[in-house]
């Protein structure tokens, strides 16, 4: 019993998203086989920590799109002609 108490927490982690849980996919051959697509979250999550710069680098770039969004030069519907 005790067995099938691991094998059911073993199961939650390995579809859980978390660093962690990609780390140890990838680790026991669960990864992405070659020529399979990834997914959006696959590609665009942030695996590693950001540095202290880079950290920076963040938070001016999130206010700056902030501060963009109530500027109606920026934020502005658009007539596209399909």
Do not use: C
């Amino acid at each position: 019993m005790e067995e099938i108490a691991v094998i059911r927490k073993a199961a939650a982690v390995l579809r859980d998203q978390k660093p962690e849980a990609v780390r140890l996919r990838t680790l026991l051959g669960f990864g992405p086989k070659r020529g399979q697509a990834a997914s959006a979250f696959d590609i665009f999550a942030m695996t590693e920590t950001l540095s202290p710069e880079g950290e920076a680098l963040w938070e001016n770039a999130m206010k700056r799109v902030a501060r963009e969004r109530r500027d109606a030069r920026y934020n502005r519907v658009r007539d596209v002609d399909l």
